[in-house]
């Protein structure tokens, strides 16, 4: 075996992809380095695309505005991918919907290239059959670019903690007394308690101090 023979040759890889959506036939660039081809599609998502509280919903219209570049290791596809997102917010909760524009630079190799034979499987994208499928650059482009925790509003002031209302709706002026705990015993003894007080007759007082104050005046009579 010569010594600049490498890691043996990749196993061909079948490919049951078809032109359309995301992915993208690419014989007609042809293989001449600097070869340039302008593509713009439209792509109806079929599935959800993006994180837990944000994403692409199914259904939305995804434009791609691509530019494909033959090179010497492979087809480098740059552009833009502008689409819908919707989500909940993780202040209030609330539903929101915008937009999302990605940008894409990624390099897909030729099979048998030199840098198809130097790099792991999941190091780089790769034709096969000359096709490109984007999908799985535009999944990970989208899970990079939205936040975890999205916000309706950057300025988005939340839930009240007290009483659950959203901040937005309830105003600056809305707030709870808040009583301090140590009190609350007596804050309830003050509400039961009636609004004017009554003197007990010390002879009828079943109490200790009643009594008491009975004797002593027996005593002083």
Known sequence: MSADSGSESRPRRQSTLKDGGFVLDVRSLGRKPGTMKQLHRTVTTEDRIGLEMVGIPVGAQVELELTLQSVSEGVLVMGTVDAPIEGECSRCL??????????????????DSATDQTTEEDEIHRLVDDMID?????????GLELPLQPLCEPDCAGLCPECGVRMAIAGSGHGHEILDPRWAGLAKFNAESPDTETVSDPSTDSTLAGHNGAASKTEES
Do not use: N, S
């Open 134 to 142: 984007l999908e799985p650059v535009v999944v990970d482009a989208v």
């Open 94 to 111: 609330e539903p929101f919907t915008d937009e999302i524009q990605l940008q894409l630079t990624e390099l897909f190799a030729y099979p």
